[in-house]
């Protein structure tokens, strides 16, 4: 996985051998699987979502399907979701393969295209309120393109890790097959589809090809196929599934990008040819990106617990509304509670974020109302599978109206702050209109 955090270590030896099949006692869950309804309670800012990544047409030699990567890659889904509370999206078949493009059958999309389609898929799956992502690659050839989306996205706040199969696929311990500088459909291809299902692998007609660097391969095979086993296989795969589950939990307990990386809007004293164009809801598309990066700022400066400049993100005299009626008025207030808040030991390493989904902008005003989700987790908190049946939520959520004030610079400040909470799953539903929001439990 390609993030700024330390490197893994190697587990080819020492991952543990896992069944072939996969468990029925899962712990993540497959979007493909839910309706909306039951995709909401997985969807959250803490969530981890994996997409896997594997060719559905590519060349793979003479001996194996063109569609083995996206076989791969589903089967890899699967023990992942078996061993980990994650959300596992639907797979993305289609990337940059330019390697092998003169095979017939073979697909590609251009590096620009599959950068933009990763980036698409998330933050489409971002609208919900997940921030952290894992690509689940099985393509080397990909780490480009994800590499850039990465940074585009870290841009808005969202954290995109992805595995880098061709590390796992060259560990010396199993493999056989002297080194090659581009393998494909050899010896560690070979081996894994015959673990994962060797009824698709013609070994009878598996080469050993060296064509070296620059020189077409007559086969499709670069390396020496004929090495293959599925006891091989199997060391591989481990191997595999337990270097994405490392990732997946370094990914679910990084830090996330600070947004204020993110591009400034053009400087309203900029002379313009013609107005800015409103969109229905009112608003311009630089004044909803700016209303979106208050909250973005104020999940971040709430990790890095800077009462101070989080304070400022209010109005002189903001004010948050709670549930139970109590209400924080003014700059200082806001800062003297959060400081005490962050003082508190429960709130060394928690994590609040905001997601606004609706912004309408009102016409002839300088105010704004913003619409969205909220999530106020503990770090000491254990994580809990969510959905239907499940244990309470270890965390405080909820959805929040903040009606805010633009200054002539296009920044704009939280005038008001209003939210729920929600239930815990089995507590009694709320009174909605004579007794907004829940009281039940503390908010943030």
């Not at 952290?132 to 690659?137: D, Q």
């Amino acid at each position: 996985m390609k993030l700024a955090i330390a490197a893994l270590g190697a587990l080819l030896v020492a991952a543990a051998s896992a069944p072939h099949g996969q468990t029925s006692a899962r712990k993540g869950v497959a979007l493909s699987e839910l309706a909306w309804p039951d995709a909401e309670p997985w969807l959250t800012a803490s969530a981890v979502v994996v997409i896997p990544l594997g060719a559905g047409a590519i060349e793979q030699g003479a001996h194996l399907k063109l569609d083995s990567d996206a076989r791969l890659a589903g089967y890899l889904a699967g023990r992942v979701t078996a061993a980990s509370a994650v959300v596992v999206a639907p797979p993305l078949n289609y990337h940059f393969f330019p390697a092998y493009e003169d095979y017939p059958g073979s697909t590609s999309l251009s590096a620009t295209t599959a950068r933009d389609l990763t980036v698409d898929v998330v933050r489409s799956l971002a609208r919900a309120g997940p921030r952290r992502f894992y690509v689940l690659n099985t393509a080397p050839s990909a780490l480009g393109p994800l590499s850039a989306a990465a940074k585009v996205l870290s841009e808005s706040g969202i954290l995109l890790g992805y595995t880098d199969p061709d590390y796992w696929e060259k560990q010396p311990a199993v493999l056989k097959q002297p080194p090659i500088a581009t393998a494909h459909a050899d010896e560690a291809a070979t081996s894994m589809m015959l673990f994962i299902d060797p009824s698709v692998v013609d070994l009878g007609k598996a080469t050993r090809e060296y064509p070296g660097r620059r020189a077409r391969s007559a086969s499709g095979t670069f390396g020496d196929a004929t090495l293959a086993s599925a006891q091989k296989g199997e060391a591989l795969v481990n191997a595999l599934v337990a270097g994405m589950l490392a990732d997946i939990e370094t990914v679910r307990s990084a830090p996330l990008p600070d947004g204020r990386a993110m591009p400034a809007p053009p400087s309203a004293a900029r002379p313009a040819v013609r107005s800015e164009e409103r969109m229905p809801t009112g608003c311009t598309a630089n004044e909803d990106r700016a209303i979106r990066a208050v909250a973005e700022r104020f999940s971040y400066l709430w990790t890095q617990q800077d009462a101070g400049r989080l304070s400022e993100l209010f109005t002189r005299n903001g004010d948050i509304r709670h549930p139970d009626g109590s209400i924080e008025r003014g700059q200082e207030v806001i800062l003297a509670n959060r400081a005490q808040l962050f003082a508190q030991k429960d709130y060394e390493n928690s994590r609040y974020t905001v997601q606004l989904n609706d912004i309408r902008c009102v016409p002839g005003t300088n105010a704004a109302i913003a619409d969205g989700k909220w999530e106020l987790r503990l770090q000491r908190t254990p994580q809990s599978k969510p959905g239907r049946g499940a244990p309470a939520v270890p965390y405080d959520s909820g959805w929040c109206t903040l009606v805010l004030l633009k200054s002539d610079a296009n920044s704009w400040s939280i005038e008001a702050w209003r939210y729920t909470v929600s239930p815990p799953p089995g507590a009694d539903q709320p009174v909605l209109l004579a007794k907004p929001g829940y009281t039940g439990r503390g908010g943030g």
